[in-house]
Antibody, heavy 119, light 113 residues
Framework: QVQVVQSGAEVKKPGASVKVSCKAS????????IHWVRQAPGQGLEWMGI????????TYAEKFQGRVTMTRDTSTSTVYMELSSLRSEDTAVYYC????????????WGQGTLVTVSA | DIVMTQSPDSLAVSLGERATINCKSS????????????LAWYQQTPGQPPKLLIY???TRASGVPDRFSGSGSGTDFTLTISSLQAEDVAVYYC?????????FGQGTKVEIK
């Protein structure tokens, strides 16, 4: 069965970087794009970007351009999201997500990774 | 960017009664070449990732109870819970996947009256 499993919670200081992983299993890794979505405490869902695991091409939301980097490792079926120059407003749960077979809606979600930015 | 606006922000419904959530997009998410609306609905309970309920505006995802239904086209959409159950207490989000930069509504919190 399709699974996407994320790395554990992180605590970072302002100005630092964080790298979150998302390991996929149960399907052909290179056949489906992976999206990243974040959710600040008590807030809604915010789309951050997308990576094509086949060739590593990416598209980022303008808000995160210059601060976010999404990469993949096909040997381990893992996608990474690195966010730099962290500030307190980046405190959030970060999710990776994959579409279903029938549409581009997000049928499969990671469990979420809490990133806390605090001095 | 396509802006998704949900209404209301919250609602309280008695058990067994109908709950209706609206979602409006700032531009049409109907793709004319296939006549599909690129609109999904999700349910999120505390501490959990969102769960896909509806895609293509009206197609229920696998395993979703038939009390959940989606309707609408173009820019105006509705999620209906025909008979609210206790386990339906959650926040519901609409999402457009018409553009690569996908956007979500702000969420609607559904509670029991």
């Amino acid at each position: 069965q399709v699974q996407v499993v994320q790395s554990g919670a992180e605590v970072k200081k302002p100005g630092a970087s964080v790298k979150v992983s998302c390991k996929a299993s149960g399907y052909t890794f290179t056949s489906y794009y992976i999206h990243w979505v974040r959710q600040a405490p008590g807030q809604g869902l915010e789309w951050m970007g997308i990576i094509n695991p086949s060739d590593g091409s990416t598209t980022y939301a303008e808000k995160f351009q210059g601060r976010v980097t999404m990469t993949r490792d096909t040997s381990t079926s893992t996608v990474y999201m690195e966010l730099s120059s962290l500030r307190s407003e980046d405190t959030a749960v970060y999710y990776c997500a994959r579409r279903g077979a029938d549409s581009s809606a997000f049928e499969y979600w990671g469990q979420g990774t809490l990133v806390t930015v605090s001095a | 960017d396509i802006v998704m606006t949900q209404s209301p922000d919250s609602l309280a419904v008695s058990l067994g009664e109908r709950a209706t959530i609206n979602c409006k997009s700032s531009q049409s998410v109907l793709y004319s070449s296939n006549n599909k609306n690129y609109l999904a609905w999700y349910q999120q309970t505390p501490g959990q990732p969102p769960k896909l309920l509806i895609y293509w505006a009206s197609t229920r995802a696998s395993g979703v109870p038939d009390r959940f239904s989606g309707s609408g086209s173009g820019t105006d959409f509705t999620l209906t819970i025909s008979s609210l159950q206790a386990e339906d207490v959650a926040v519901y989000y609409c999402q457009q996947y018409y553009t690569t930069l996908q956007t979500f509504g702000q969420g609607t919190k559904v509670e029991i009256k």
